[in-house]
Structure formats: structure tokens, C-alpha cells
């Protein structure tokens, strides 16, 4: 089966002989051997897995593969006696399909047997099958291995007439036999064995045999098994946007894992994955506002499940995952949502419906066709679509999915093309933009919807050329309808705002032309109008190259005067629509999506623009998303959730005030100076019943969650373990004295405990958390360790104190009794305390006057790794003092406790040029900043001094 090295080096050096002699070496065949990575897929059809061997064995069975490509398959078998027999198969011999037999003589054999075949193709990826045969004579079919913490119980039945036992076993993996492992001598009446201190994680094969006064010896089949604690394999389990990533100890056992899910600590848990490969999993299938629980066992049968870890998707999105593209059979020019579902005007292919309920996923529904869709205005179960040359049409919502036209009006005379539509749903009246230059404006009676009526009132714009049109009305005046236009005046050549109004005369159905607005330097073209303004996308009227200048402008409308209010700064663009949403503006331009802020309409202000694909002629939103026509044949969400202005939802006041906490569904659980305290934040207004139970702990400061337990990082006092499972009176487990120093922060993953310490990072092993047990320790290089977190397995700690060395180091606990330096970095911190990864990057708060936040770049492949950006000064013009507390990052924000600025916002999209220009905004807290974390929407933040603060 293994060939010598050199043969492999013979046959690569022909291979560059080969392609140096081709005029075109590069051929199909050779690209696709280089970039093959698929392995064979190997099927043994006979005989079954765990069936008796004969004494003559056929295996058969098929391999899937590419014909041609295979380059060796063979096979080994092995039993007690060791390797009994190997060879291969000849690829000669292997069908057109695959198929494939060989066989082999028993004749020697004793006890049980594994058949492993091997396939190696051409580009060495392999692939392997592996089969047991239970030995033909009377086997010890009620030997079982029952696996626990450090702990295997083996059992079975007694064999009549046996004159002793022996257990062979190995913990490595392999199989054990008479030559190699592990034995265990045992009398005739033995029918169990306890095995102790074995290593968790690791697999444990065993073979029992019955000796026998006369020959043959009953053997028992291979029985494997991973010893395990219910914390082994519990996942680390972080929330992100749309997604939840878990992580889970790499244990030597597998490679091969089930996760299981639920939405409620108790269940019911599904296997939610099948088997996977690996020691971590991202779950794209959530939704918002739903905590998801999860547990993980190995893949083979009969391994313990660990106990639940749980996280809940953070809903600020990063700023590379905002944009969900659909393709569309056809290019989207025009977009309005109602309900969970968005209407796209594509032209002369009619009108697109696509389903929005879940906006990260939006799906095209179906194609309603049409004569030329150009606008469409929603309004109940309605929607009414300026067609172009087909008029206007009403379809009727009643089915949102599927609209049907339920009347078309044409005109008399016949409206040439009807390009915008604006809807007064107070008195059933559609103003309509028609006319060859559209010079006309219509007065639609839409009373009876299945027989739209004219009123004969058209405004004859003979020198405009009509752009946009809205409606609005004044509650005071309940008889007045008021109509914006947009137009060229083709005898000026600029644009104008024209204000209209409808007065009901009775029988005399007119508009009445009342103010105009225009602006030497401007052309407006859009326009939408919110309460008691109108707001107008203008272009500059002289401009040298395109694109185009132009800038929002807010103007008053009645009763307010005509008259400009606000303006912004220009940008470029073509623009093209306009939505107004709590208080900001959303344009499109044919760029991308340009947002302003209009909360006060004296000051509007850019606040946003991003680039989007195709040329963006459409936009709707619902405060939570833009939706936009981009143009091609997409459309395209855009998630608007990015933190702006913060504040204070719930504050819960504790006496002595609170330190490290952790969360977990609608709990957070919350370190003190004298107790582990447990509250209700499902009501984040944080009523004053949200206090549930506590458990009295003298000294803590930080908590860490794994399954029903709690575990409390608690100064000079060490480590204590709380079963939280019922939170109204959480109760007393288990707990150790420091290694040495004092306990600051905690992290866990698995059986094993991190904690930064006065003295540096210590390791705790909590398999059986009434007994944690100190195992290890890395020191400090100056003034003991601040904080710790864990990913894959590394430990990043921030080591330091004032007037000492400062630095983070990243260390490696594959072997957490003994933890590796693998690098270190930030020297030029001063007093460097809580950190958070997010990405390749590690956001470190420094209490040193004048600093605040930096980053470090921990990705091993950069050019940069460990290197260290910024700092940002978390209160820049105050007077320099002692700072920075709790950190949190995710995308491009981080969260930073102050202890004069309250909760600081720090733009971080890019961290290399972290400075203090990079400080967006801050929210007042309290005086004695702790600990932060994020949730859902929230941010949660402690005070050594008042409690838990919930942040909008």
C-alpha cells in the first residue's frame, strides 16, 4: 500500500519534464487534476457492518469517482492478533461504475475483525471505508461500555463454564489486541469493571474475552466509547448578525459531531446538523429576537451529550453585510413595500412581486404584466400604477402575493403616458402626471375603484414640463387638498416647486394654482412631503462634468410659507427618488442610496451614502430597511439598524453596585461585590420586581455560564460554582481557592476555566464542577492579568498595571495545563484592562490618561499581526484622568465605558486608523464603569456603584 517517497518524487519530476516538453502544457484534464479537491466516496454493500465473518470473505461494493482518475485502492484487516492481512485491489479489476470485489481467507482468525479500504486518486485525496465482522463462533454479545467523566463502567452477562475474564483495551484510538494495549486479568465471576482517571475526550476501544476449558474462546465485538463530562464538548456560543457561531473543545476522539437545538433550555433538542466534520459550526437559520440553545455530542453511538449553551443574533449589522442582492427575470426602476411584500415597476415588463418577510432573503415571486409601469402608489388592499400609455391601473392586494387588475383607466381623450401618480386617499382623488412632455396634470375621481372617472379637471402646464407630483392635507382645513408639482418651466428653463390646492365646490371639482418656490442655483426634480414640509431633491444648474451636483432641500408648506428651511451639502448623482422615514431622508441616484438626517429640518444633514450595484432609480423603506430598483435586473435590502443616538431603556439599582455579568434568554446574571445576582430583562425597562434570586459570594466580580452553572470569579476568595437552573434560589455547587493572588475575569470553554489573576492566567479544570481543581498557570509579566477571552485554542489575556511592562498576549492552551506564548503585543499601553475580539482584531480599553480604546491586529497570516492602532481617546477636551472600562465590538462600532463620558461610540470599520477622530457619540452612565456586553439591540453595562444599565 505505501509506496517509497521517491516513487512519488519520480513521479512529479516527470510530470514537470512533461509539461516543459508541451508546447500547451496547460491543458483541461491537467487544470482539473490541480484543482481537484473532491475525494473518492467509498460503499461496502456486503458484507454488513457487524455481521460474522465466513471463512472466506467477499467484499463488495463501489467506488464513486471519476473513471480514470483513481490512482490505488486497497485495504488492511486487523484483528486481536494485530494486522491480520493486507493488499490492493487492482484498478484493472474496478468496473466502469465502480464497482468493485476482493476477498480473503479466515482461516487463522480469532475474535473480531476490521476491513479498512483505502482510495487514493489522482490528485492524493483519499477517502477510507472501515467495517467489524464479529468473530463466527459464540460471542459475548452483552459486553457494553458505559462512559462518564474520566470514567468507563464496563459490563456483561457471565459466560457459563468461563474460567476468567481478560479486557483488552486501548485509549488512543486504535484497536486493541492480544500483542498491543492495555489488559485487565479477571475471575470467572467478574461482570463488571470500573476504569477511572482516564482522559475525557478520548477514544476508548475494548474487547472482552471468555476463557474457556475447551477451545474456542467467546470473544465480544470491538466496543468504542469517549469518556466525557457534560461540559466537554459544551459549545462556545457567540451571537452575530444574522448567525450564531459555535466552537467546541477539539477533542482527540473525532473529527465527527451531531448539533442539537433548541429554542428553550429545556428543549425539546433536535439533531439539527446530522453529522458534521469539525470543531465549530455557524448557524445561518435564525431568526431575530429568539434565543437558540445548543448542545453537542460526538457522532458515535451511545456518546454523552453536553450540556446547553445558548446566544441570540446581534441585530447592528456590519457594514460588508448590509446589502442582500435578489436577481430579477428584469431590470427594477421603481419600488414601493407594503406589508411583507415589495412592488417593483419594471417598464414594459409589468410589475414584479417579491416576498420580503424574512428581508435577509427576499424571493421573486411572479411578473404582473403590464403596458409600461413607471410609478405606484399602496393604499389598503390597493395599488395604483401609472402605466404609461396603458393609463392607470388598480390591482387589487387581496391576495398580496398574486395582484390582479381589477380597472384600467384609459382617459377620454386617452392619456398619452402616465409617468407619476400621487393618491388624496382622504377623498378617493389620484392626481396623475400625462401628456406628450407631460403637460398635463389629472384630477381622478377613484371613488368606485372598478370605474375610475375623470373629472374633466386638468391643469394645461402649457410652458411646464410636470416631473413629480404629491398630495398632502391640512387637518384645520378639511376641505382643501394640497398638491406639490414639480416642473421645468420651459420659458425660464429652470425647475420649480408649483403648490396647488383642491376646494371641494360641489358640483365644480377644480385646482387652484396658489404659490411657487425656486432657487437661482437649483432645479428641483423629487419631491416627498412629511408633516409640515416638503422635501426636494435639486440639482445644480450649472454644472461642468457629470455626474451631477445636488442637495436636499426642506421647504415649508402650508400653513408655513413657501420658503426654503434647510439645506444640505452637495453630492453627486443623478437623483431619481425619494422616501421620508423617521426622520431621515432616503435617496436614490443612479450611484447608490444617500441618507440624511431631517429630525430638524433647519439642519438637514448628509449622514450616509453607500455605493450599491446597477444604477439605483427606486427606494422605498420601513425604517428598519431600504429597499431599492437598482436598475438591472436586482433588488436589493439594505439594512439601516446601524447605532446612531443611544439611550437609556431600564436602569436596576443594586446596593454595592455590580461588576462582571453575563446573559442568558430574558437573565442576566450579574457579579457583585457580595453576590451573584440573577435579573429579569424581558421587560428592558427593568421594572423594579426584575430582581429574581441571588446566591450570597463574598468578593465577586465576574461571571462566566455554561449549562445549569454559573461560575464566579471571586477576588482572594477564588472560584465558586452556583447551579442557576432555578433562578428564583440559585444554589451552592462547588468551589477552589486561587492558585495563588486573586481572581479577576473568567472565561470558559469545555472542562477547562480561564482566569485572569493577579498573579497571571490561571487554569482550572471544572469537569466536575463540585470539585474544580487548579491545574495550571502562566505568569504575569507585570502586575497581574486584567481580562481573558477564549477563541479556538488560544487564550487572549490583557497582562498589566500602572508603572509595569503592558502588553496582550495570545497564548495557546491545546494543553491547558501548561499554556504556550504565541505572541504578544501593545507595549505602549499603560493601563490596559477589558478587551473584545471581533473579527482579526482585538479592541483593548486603557485606563491611562488621555487613551481610551486600540486595536491590535491578531491575525496570524497578516503582515501586521500583533502590531497596535490608535489609541482613541474616550473623552477628547476633558481634563485627562483615569478611564476606560467595559469594551464591546461588533462590525464596524465598538462600545466603550467611560467614567465622565458614560457609554462611548467609536467608529471601528477601520481599525488601522483608529485615532480620535474615530469617537462617533456618547451616552451618560454612571460614575464607576464596569463591565458591557451586547444583546439583540441592547447594550447592557454595570456600575461598581448603581447596577445594570440597558441601552438602546
Avoid at 519520480?10 to 482539473?32: D, E, K, M, R, Y
Avoid at 491480520?84 to 482468525?109: C, K, N, R
Avoid at 439601516?640 to 446573559?663: C, F, H, N, T
Wanted: net charge negative.
Amino acid at each position: 500500500m505505501n509506496r517509497p517517497s521517491f516513487f512519488k518524487l519520480l513521479a512529479a519530476a516527470a510530470a514537470l519534464l512533461g509539461l516543459s516538453a508541451c508546447p500547451n502544457p496547460i491543458t483541461g484534464s491537467v487544470l482539473a487534476q490541480m484543482t481537484d479537491k473532491s475525494a473518492p466516496v467509498i460503499t461496502i454493500s456486503s458484507p454488513q457492518d457487524n455481521s460474522q465473518y465466513t471463512q472466506t470473505v467477499t467484499v463488495q461494493g463501489s467506488i464513486a469517482h471519476v473513471p480514470g482518475e483513481l490512482r490505488e485502492v486497497g485495504f488492511l484487516v486487523a484483528g486481536t492478533l494485530g494486522l491480520l492481512t493486507q493488499g490492493e485491489v487492482p484498478l484493472a479489476s474496478i468496473g466502469a461504475d465502480g464497482a468493485f470485489s476482493f476477498q480473503f481467507d479466515t482461516v487463522t482468525f480469532n475474535g473480531p475483525i476490521v476491513i479498512t479500504l483505502t482510495a487514493q486518486d489522482w490528485n492524493d485525496n483519499q477517502a477510507s471505508k472501515t467495517i467489524t465482522l464479529n468473530y463466527p463462533g459464540s460471542s459475548v454479545s452483552s459486553f457494553t461500555a458505559t462512559p462518564s467523566s474520566k470514567r468507563v463502567d464496563l459490563s456483561w452477562e457471565p459466560v457459563d463454564g468461563a474460567t476468567g475474564y481478560t479486557v483488552y483495551y486501548t485509549a488512543n484510538g486504535t484497536l486493541p489486541s492480544e500483542s498491543y494495549g492495555s489488559t485487565i486479568d479477571l475471575g470467572p465471576m467478574a461482570t463488571t469493571v470500573p476504569l477511572t482517571g482516564l482522559k475525557n475526550g478520548a477514544l476508548h476501544i475494548f474487547l472482552l474475552r471468555a476463557h474457556m476449558d475447551e477451545p474456542p474462546d467467546y470473544w465480544s465485538g470491538y466496543v468504542r466509547t469517549i469518556p466525557l463530562s457534560p461540559l466537554t464538548l459544551a459549545p462556545l456560543v457567540r451571537g452575530g448578525y444574522r448567525e450564531i457561531s459555535l466552537e467546541w473543545a477539539q477533542i482527540e476522539a473525532t473529527e465527527e459531531f451531531e448539533v442539537l437545538r433548541a429554542t428553550s433550555e429545556n428543549g425539546p433538542y433536535e439533531n439539527y446538523t446530522g453529522v458534521l466534520s469539525g470543531f465549530s459550526f455557524t448557524d445561518t437559520n435564525v431568526s431575530e429576537d429568539t434565543w437558540y440553545y445548543y448542545k453537542v455530542k460526538p457522532s458515535l453511538e451511545g456518546s454523552i451529550v453536553s450540556t446547553f449553551n445558548a446566544a441570540q443574533t446581534f441585530q447592528v449589522p456590519p457594514q460588508a453585510e448590509r446589502i442582500t442582492s435578489l436577481t430579477l427575470p428584469y431590470a427594477a426602476q421603481k419600488v414601493r413595500i407594503a406589508g411583507n411584500y415589495a412592488y417593483v415597476a419594471a417598464g414594459a415588463q409589468g410589475l414584479l412581486v417579491v416576498d420580503i418577510t424574512d428581508p435577509a432573503a427576499p424571493v421573486y415571486l411572479r411578473t404582473i404584466g403590464t403596458t409600461n409601469a413607471k410609478d405606484l402608489v399602496i393604499q389598503g388592499s390597493y395599488l395604483y400604477l401609472a402605466d404609461g400609455a396603458g393609463g392607470v391601473r388598480v390591482l387589487s392586494l387581496a391576495s398580496p402575493d398574486f395582484p390582479v387588475i381589477q380597472s384600467t383607466y384609459t382617459g377620454a381623450p386617452a392619456i398619452a403616458d402616465a409617468t407619476a401618480l400621487a393618491l388624496d386617499a382622504m377623498r378617493n382623488h389620484l392626481y396623475v402626471i400625462d401628456g406628450s412632455g407631460n403637460t398635463n396634470l389629472l384630477l381622478l375621481n377613484a371613488d368606485n375603484l372598478d370605474n375610475i372617472d375623470d373629472y374633466r379637471t386638468r391643469y394645461p402646464a402649457s410652458v411646464l414640463s410636470l416631473l413629480d407630483v404629491e398630495v398632502d392635507y391640512v387637518e384645520a382645513y378639511p376641505n382643501y387638498t394640497f398638491v406639490y408639482v414639480t416642473a421645468l418651466n420651459t420659458s425660464t428653463s429652470a425647475n420649480e416647486l408649483r403648490e396647488f390646492y383642491y376646494y371641494n365646490l360641489g358640483a365644480s371639482q377644480k385646482l387652484f394654482e396658489y404659490r411657487t418656490f425656486t432657487d437661482p442655483d437649483y432645479n428641483p426634480n423629487l419631491l416627498a412631503v412629511s408633516d409640515d414640509y416638503v422635501y426636494l431633491l435639486a440639482t445644480r444648474n450649472a454644472d461642468i462634468e457629470p455626474p451631477p451636483e445636488y442637495c436636499l432641500f426642506v421647504v415649508g408648506k402650508y400653513p408655513l410659507n413657501l420658503t426654503e428651511v434647510g439645506q444640505t451639502a452637495d453630492t453627486s448623482g443623478y437623483a431619481s427618488d425619494l422616501r421620508i422615514s423617521g426622520g431621515k431622508a432616503y435617496a436614490a441616484d443612479k450611484i447608490g442610496m444617500q441618507v440624511y438626517g431631517v429630525s430638524t429640518p433647519s439642519a438637514p444633514v448628509k449622514s450616509e451614502f453607500l455605493d450599491t450595484p446597477g444604477t439605483p432609480g427606486g427606494i422605498d423603506t420601513d425604517g428598519s430597511y431600504a429597499f431599492l430598483a437598482s436598475g438591472l435586473p436586482l433588488f436589493q435590502v439594505v439594512d439601516l439598524r446601524l447605532p446612531g443616538s443611544m439611550s437609556v431603556e431600564g436602569s436596576y439599582s443594586s446596593a454595592g453596585g455590580l461588576k462582571g455579568l453575563a446573559v442568558r434568554g430574558d437573565i442576566v446574571y450579574a457579579a457583585g461585590t457580595a453576590a451573584l445576582q440573577l435579573i429579569d430583562i424581558g421587560d428592558p425597562t427593568l421594572p423594579p420586581d426584575a430582581g429574581l434570586g441571588s446566591y450570597t459570594i463574598t468578593g465577586a466580580v465576574d461571571v462566566a455560564l455554561s449549562g445549569p452553572y454559573a461560575f464566579v470569579a471571586a477576588g482572594v476568595n477564588g472560584l465558586t460554582v452556583v447551579d442557576v437552573s432555578n433562578s428564583g434560589s440559585p444554589a451552592f455547587v462547588g468551589s477552589v481557592a486561587p492558585i495563588s493572588s486573586y481572581l479577576e475575569r473568567v472565561a470558559i470553554k469545555g472542562d477547562y476555566l480561564y482566569a485572569a489573576s493577579g498573579s497571571g492566567l490561571q487554569v482550572y479544570d471544572v469537569s466536575n464542577p463540585a470539585q474544580p481543581v487548579g491545574i495550571g498557570i502562566y505568569d504575569s509579566a507585570g502586575g497581574g492579568m486584567q481580562d481573558v477571552e477564549l477563541r479556538g485554542e488560544r487564550a487572549y489575556t490583557t497582562d498589566g498595571a500602572y508603572f509595569q511592562p503592558n502588553s496582550l498576549k495570545v497564548l495557546d492552551v491545546s494543553q491547558p495545563a501548561i499554556p504556550a506564548s504565541v505572541g504578544s503585543g501593545l507595549g505602549s499601553g499603560m493601563i490596559i484592562g477589558y478587551l473584545s475580539l471581533y473579527g482579526d482584531w482585538a479592541f483593548v480599553s486603557d485606563q491611562g490618561p488621555g487613551l481610551g480604546l486600540w486595536a491590535v491586529n491578531v491575525n496570524p497570516a497578516s503582515a501586521s499581526y500583533m502590531s497596535a492602532y490608535g489609541p482613541c481617546d474616550t473623552r477628547p477636551g476633558a481634563p485627562d484622568s483615569f478611564g476606560s472600562a467595559g469594551v464591546a465590538a461588533f462590525g464596524a462600532q465598538a462600545y466603550v465605558l467611560e467614567p465622565t463620558a458614560g457609554l462611548v461610540l467609536i467608529n471601528v470599520s477601520n481599525p488601522a486608523a483608529l485615532s480620535d477622530a474615530s469617537l462617533v457619540t456618547s451616552l451618560a452612565l454612571g460614575a464607576d464603569p464596569q463591565d458591557l456586553i451586547l444583546n439583540g439591540r441592547h447594550a447592557l453595562a454595570t456600575d461598581g456603584a448603581s447596577g445594570l444599565r440597558i441601552v438602546k
